[in-house]
């Protein structure tokens, strides 16, 4: 029943976002709603189940952290921006029938993604286990491994924004701080942050969380090979100094860059 009642959840907060974005002739929004539909996932789990474990808890603290610094970080950058390239360009290569198409294809496929990533936050309230020892461990373990991945998307985020703000940079390429060891540590960050988040959910030490896995797995799938990392590598492949950047750092673990 978790499932079903997250799942409604979701479908109606999607459908008030693409009537939003809609009405600003904006499919960009759809952004703005991935933060939020993870919060809507972790808190309608954690009251319909009523399970306030230790683990449950953790995990919707850390969704919520998550979720709101990048509504915040989207919204306050996009709202009243132009709709993002990524759109525009759906646009012109749909041609007709645009809100259909964007319904579908933007909106519900991406409520369809956000709910199999969701597995782990699902999970770790449908367990109702008390943890021992381990368990808290895991917890701990878990925790730490999230606090880098949010040092990373959250701080990468800032500097690349800094960067950006200074005409000074205008066409340039940011290779310092966190860009410095990876072209994309905001993608790194995100990933490493969902691996944590199943970690947490498996401090139970029961079967069924270990299934979540699915969820860290298709994030690092669609940040590595399908939405994230591929889009932005192609805006600059034509671009030298990108080029040139991209030959001594690594394109999304974190390493020392190549001389």
């Given at each position: 029943?978790?499932?079903?009642?997250?799942?409604?959840?979701?479908?109606?907060?999607?459908?008030?976002?693409?009537?939003?974005?809609?009405?600003?002739?904006?499919?960009?929004?759809?952004?703005m709603a991935w933060g939020l539909g993870f919060i809507v996932v972790a808190i309608t789990s954690l009251i319909y189940q009523g399970d306030y474990s230790i683990?449950?808890?953790?995990?919707?603290?850390?969704?919520?952290?998550?979720?709101?610094?990048?509504?915040?970080?989207i919204g306050l950058r996009n709202w009243s921006k132009p709709e993002d390239f990524?759109?525009?360009?759906?646009?012109?290569?749909?041609?007709?029938?645009?809100?259909?198409?964007?319904?579908?294809?933007?909106?519900?496929?991406?409520?369809?993604?956000?709910?199999?990533?969701?597995?782990p936050i699902q999970l770790v309230n449908l367990v109702r286990v008390d943890i021992d020892m381990t368990g808290y461990v895991i917890?701990?373990?878990?925790?730490?491994?999230?606090?880098?991945?949010?040092?990373?998307?959250?701080?990468?985020?800032?500097?690349l924004k800094n960067f950006k703000k200074n005409p000074e940079n205008k066409g340039k390429i940011l290779s310092t701080g966190l860009w410095k060891y990876t072209r994309h540590p905001n993608y790194f960050g995100e990933a490493l942050m969902w691996w944590a988040v199943w970690v947490v959910s498996?401090?139970?030490?029961?079967?069924?969380?270990?299934?979540?896995?699915?969820?860290?797995?298709?994030?690092?799938?669609?940040?590595?090979?399908?939405?994230?990392?591929?889009?932005?590598?192609?805006?600059?492949?034509?671009n030298e100094a990108f080029q040139a950047y991209a030959k001594k750092t690594s394109i999304f673990f974190p390493l020392p860059p190549k001389k």
């Amino acid at each position: 029943m978790l499932f079903l009642v997250n799942a409604l959840a979701l479908f109606i907060f999607f459908n008030l976002f693409f009537v939003i974005a809609q009405l600003k002739k904006n499919n960009g929004i759809a952004d703005m709603a991935w933060g939020l539909g993870f919060i809507v996932v972790a808190i309608t789990s954690l009251i319909y189940q009523g399970d306030y474990s230790i683990q449950a808890i953790a995990v919707t603290a850390l969704v919520l952290l998550w979720g709101l610094r990048l509504f915040f970080y989207i919204g306050l950058r996009n709202w009243s921006k132009p709709e993002d390239f990524r759109y525009v360009e759906m646009r012109k290569k749909w041609k007709t029938n645009v809100k259909i198409k964007a319904y579908f294809i933007v909106f519900m496929l991406q409520m369809s993604f956000l709910y199999v990533i969701s597995l782990p936050i699902q999970l770790v309230n449908l367990v109702r286990v008390d943890i021992d020892m381990t368990g808290y461990v895991i917890v701990l373990v878990g925790v730490i491994l999230w606090l880098i991945g949010f040092y990373f998307e959250a701080v990468g985020d800032q500097q690349l924004k800094n960067f950006k703000k200074n005409p000074e940079n205008k066409g340039k390429i940011l290779s310092t701080g966190l860009w410095k060891y990876t072209r994309h540590p905001n993608y790194f960050g995100e990933a490493l942050m969902w691996w944590a988040v199943w970690v947490v959910s498996m401090s139970s030490l029961s079967l069924i969380p270990l299934y979540g896995i699915v969820g860290p797995i298709f994030i690092t799938y669609l940040l590595l090979f399908v939405s994230g990392v591929p889009l932005l590598e192609k805006k600059y492949k034509n671009n030298e100094a990108f080029q040139a950047y991209a030959k001594k750092t690594s394109i999304f673990f974190p390493l020392p860059p190549k001389k």
